[in-house]
């Protein structure tokens, strides 16, 4: 029997009209009421293109306001929104809108242009056109059926094609659901977001705003600066953010500190270095680590407030809907397996890939991990990204964090490559914020720290490394990049 509800948008607005529903940089502000009448009003300009329950929408565009409104009126028809990452080339797009089976796109000014040459039969409106139809008698959703499809977004495809991930509205319900029984939800929040909405993370954050009554400082990307400022000036208590964004967010705090009302700094996009954690904590910012992938909804596992500052590295345990675990004895290390209402169910017209992803309910999620007598999860690596040399495994993000930890170093990412005499080698690709620092040095530096045969065989000196739109590292780009050294 399907789990009915009523609209989550139209429920906030009954519940607390008045209240600030989305902020915007520029001072612009929406109440939950004034968001539920123009996500409705879009809804019926909508319909008048021939959109319909279950009809696949394809949303290219940026964090913006036309964004925010245009998921929550797919809600309103019963459509489903298929978000597409900014940053992909015309030729991914177009794979993906044919294996979305997209029927139309809706995109930003900005990105219209890229959005028409996806694929010439697919018709592209901007935004501002859809405000420029009449409005369509048309009958709009009061309720939610949990069990349908909302939304589809397409894994970073590390390995072959990418795969769509189909998010029930229930997903994002039960995610939401989690992450409040773990963080809380306070009269005087306010999340702010600079995360990209095409993906899960950020989109959670829109999702379950509207669920708790709360307001989303929404950014339209990330800036230390503006991050630093909306956190000081702007009364945010919750940021989301990964790796990246914390370390320069630390640089730009030099020895101050946030407010006492900031209460969460929500960390995910895989393993953090150590040292910047411990340095995070040293300022009093209440990082708050987490894992979860697009296949669970975003977060699945966190750190609890109480242990947040004594479980450095530590991503927590499962929220309390889901479930974890690894074939393998306390502290040693195996592949992470989850469950949980916030789960996917599959991946969009790939049975196969659905099937080979689960194991009697329960996901491979393809990452390695390790939990401690407590019952913490401490994420080690992708298994793709694991490097085996002589016999022993050596974990990239492991050596990252040591050579994080040293003076100059500003980011590191280490790959494997293929070695005649040990099978695989580290190396890594270095960005500094010194030109004095020599190979030698940071070579000499991690003999101190790691085991002879964790140590890079090479470092390569680069200006930045390369980045998804989630800030997250793009190793397959490090190995190409490592290719064309060769």
């Not at 009061?142 to 909302?150: A, G, H, Q, T, Y």
């Not at 990330?222 to 400022?229: K, L, N, P, R, S």
């Not at 040693?332 to 789960?343: L, N, Q, S, T």
Request: hydrophobic fraction near 40%; glycine fraction near 8%; aromatic fraction near 8%.
């Amino acid at each position: 029997m399907s789990e009915i509800i009523p609209h989550w948008l139209s429920k906030q607005a009954q519940l607390k009209p008045k209240k600030q529903a989305i902020e915007l940089q520029d001072g612009t502000s929406l109440t939950f009421q004034e968001l539920e009448e123009k996500s409705k009003r879009f809804a019926r300009k909508l319909a008048q293109t021939g959109v319909l329950e279950g009809t696949h929408i394809g949303i290219l565009s940026g964090n913006n306001l036309d964004m925010v409104i245009a998921i929550h009126a797919l809600s309103y028809l019963g459509a489903i929104g298929v978000l597409f990452n900014t940053r992909l080339t015309t030729e991914e797009l177009t794979y993906q809108a044919n294996d979305a089976r997209v029927s139309m796109i809706l995109s930003s000014h900005h990105f219209y242009d890229q959005a028409k040459q996806i694929q010439s039969s697919l018709t592209v409106f901007r935004f501002s056109d859809i405000e420029q139809l009449e409005e369509k008698e048309v009958s709009l959703r009061c309720e939610i059926n949990l069990s349908e499809p909302f939304t589809i977004i397409y894994t970073s495809g590390t390995t072959g094609k990418p795969k769509g991930v189909v998010h029930t509205y229930g997903n994002h319900w039960w995610s939401a659901v989690g992450s409040a029984l773990n963080l809380g939800v306070h009269t005087d929040d306010k999340w702010l977001n600079p995360l990209p909405l095409f993906h899960v993370g950020g989109l959670a954050v829109l999702i379950r705003s509207v669920m708790y009554g709360m307001p989303v400082f929404l950014m339209e990307r990330f800036d230390e600066t503006a991050v630093q400022e909306a956190i000081m000036k702007k009364d945010v208590t919750i940021a989301s953010v990964v790796t990246v964004m914390l370390q320069r967010l630390v640089e730009v705090l030099e020895e101050g500190t946030y407010p006492d009302h900031f209460r969460c700094m929500l960390l995910g996009g895989g393993p953090a270095p150590k040292p910047l954690l411990e340095n995070a904590k040293a300022r009093n910012i209440p990082v708050f680590q987490s894992y979860g992938m697009t296949e669970t909804s975003s977060q699945i596992v966190t750190l609890s407030p109480q242990d947040a500052l004594n479980k450095i590295g530590s991503a927590g345990k499962p929220l309390f809907p889901a479930q974890l675990k690894i074939d393998a004895a306390p502290n040693e290390v195996g592949e992470i397996f989850v469950k949980g209402p916030m789960v996917t169910s599959g991946y969009f017209n790939k049975p196969a890939a659905t099937a080979k992803a689960f194991v009697d309910g329960w996901l491979a999620t393809g990452d390695l991990g390790y939990v401690d007598e407590a019952g913490f999860l401490y994420v080690v690596e992708r298994r793709t990204d694991l490097i085996i040399s002589g016999g022993e495994n050596v974990y990239p993000s492991e050596v990252e964090s040591v050579l994080s930890g040293m003076d100059g170093i500003r980011e590191v990412g280490v790959v494997g490559k293929q070695d005649d005499q040990w099978g695989q080698s580290p190396v890594a690709f270095v960005v500094t914020d010194s030109p004095s620092i020599t190979k030698e040095a940071i070579i000499a530096y991690a003999k101190k720290r790691l085991a002879k045969y964790k140590l890079p065989t090479a470092i390569y000196f680069v200006e930045q490394l390369p980045r998804n739109a989630s800030n997250k590292l793009m190793r397959q780009t490090l190995v190409k990049w490592l290719r064309d050294k060769s």
